[in-house]
Nanobody, 124 residues
Framework: QVQLVESGGGLVQAGGSLRLSCAAS????????MAWFRQAPGKEREFVAS????????YYADSVKGRFTISRDNAKNTMYLQMNSLKPEDTAVYYCASRSYYRNSYYAGEYDYWGQGTQVTVSS
């Protein structure tokens, strides 16, 4: 069982930045592919970014490419999402997810563990 705890959400003006963190309880954190997803009110959960266990490969949704950066520190069992040039349409609850396999994926169904989410609100 892996427990995930997100932090770092908040209210920011358009054009601003936030850094989300996801702390994991996994003993073998580097064996887990990780990802960020988000869900806006009235919309389905959507993929944001993912990272392979070693950190050497990443995927991004087109909507955040060039603005968001996913990273991980396996020594600290923590994943990050640096969000720059935020837009009102980035407003959502952001969830971190972990899968019991080292490769990363775009698909929510391939992740086994989920955090409770952290709210990000971008005002115009």
């Amino acid at each position: 069982q892996v427990q995930l705890v997100e932090s770092g959400g908040g209210l920011v003006q358009a054009g601003g930045s936030l850094r989300l963190s996801c702390a994991a309880s996994a003993r073998t954190f580097s064996w887990h592919g990780m990802a960020w997803f988000r869900q806006a009110p009235g919309k389905e959960r959507e993929f944001v970014a993912s990272i392979i266990g070693s950190g050497g490969s990443t995927y991004y949704a087109d909507s955040v490419k060039g603005r968001f950066t996913i990273s991980r520190d396996n020594a600290k069992n923590t994943m990050y999402l640096q969000m720059n040039s935020l837009k009102p349409e980035d407003t959502a609850v952001y969830y971190c997810a972990s899968r019991s396999y080292y490769r990363n994926s775009y698909y929510a169904g391939e992740y086994d563990y989920w955090g409770q989410g952290t709210q990000v609100t971008v005002s115009s």
